[in-house]
């Protein structure tokens, strides 16, 4: 069954300081990717997803991830984090019927200023 | 611009009652989802449906059912509240026009049972 993990549940970097947080998924055969941020008493929403093509991927609020086939790895990364980015970040893999994706745990990221 | 709105972002209802959780979307996509989400555990998948009428068990369907109406709302029902159903519920919505496209979340509605 495929699954994804997080590595961490929380994470926290300093104001300016490099932002890092981990997925990877369990699959034989490369899945369709995504990052959603999560912030209080909001819903979820989409950073960047990755289906297919250039696997450094750009999304909202200078954040990019990159697909590593070969680690099964689609991490995330913003060279300098801000005070607005504290959330909850969930990374996610679809490959199956009707849409249906698999969502990891989560990381909550703090920002210290 | 996209929007799923769930008609209230917190209830609080009594074990033994039966509760509705209400989810509209306004931009014509085909599928729709009910996550729960609780600390530690992230999202997991109710029930889905991918047509009027038609709906499938997601992962932790046990206490819940689901109705799909119209194609625009999609109904969440906890048929006799229990506590252990409290948490914070995720209706989600997606297009089948474009494969893989990701889901629209509303902004979720906190249950507590007691």
């Known amino acids: 069954a495929q699954s994804v993990t997080q590595l961490g549940s929380h994470v926290s970097v300093s104001e300016g300081a490099l932002v890092l947080l981990r997925c990877n998924y369990s699959s034989s055969v490369p899945p369709y990717l995504f990052w959603y941020v999560q912030y209080p008493n909001q819903g979820l929403q989409l950073l960047l997803k990755?289906?297919?093509?250039?696997?450094l991927v750009k999304g909202i609020n200078g954040f990019e991830a990159e697909f590593k086939k070969s680690e099964t790895s689609f991490h995330l990364t913003k060279p300098s984090a801000h005070m607005s980015d504290a959330a909850e970040y969930f990374c996610a893999a679809g490959k199956t019927s009707y849409d249906k994706v698999i969502f990891g745990p989560g990381t909550s990221l703090s920002v210290i200023p | 611009d996209v929007k799923v709105t769930q008609s209230s972002r917190y209830l609080v209802k009594r074990t033994g009652e039966k509760v509705f959780l209400e989810c509209v979307q306004d931009m014509d996509h085909e599928n729709m989802f009910w996550y729960r989400q609780d600390p530690g555990l992230g999202l997991r998948l109710i029930y889905f449906?991918?047509?009027?009428?038609?709906?499938e068990k997601g992962d932790i369907p046990e206490g819940y059912s689901v109705s799909r109406e119209k194609k625009e709302r999609f109904s969440l029902i906890l048929e006799s509240a229990s506590t252990n159903q409290t948490s914070m519920y995720l209706c989600?919505?997606?297009?089948?026009?474009?494969?893989?496209?990701?889901?629209?979340f509303g902004d979720g509605t906190r249950l507590s049972i007691l």
């Open positions: 989600a919505s997606s297009s089948s026009r474009v494969r893989n496209q990701p889901q629209h």
């Open positions: 449906s991918y047509d009027v009428k038609m709906k």
């Open positions: 990755y289906t297919t093509g250039a696997t």
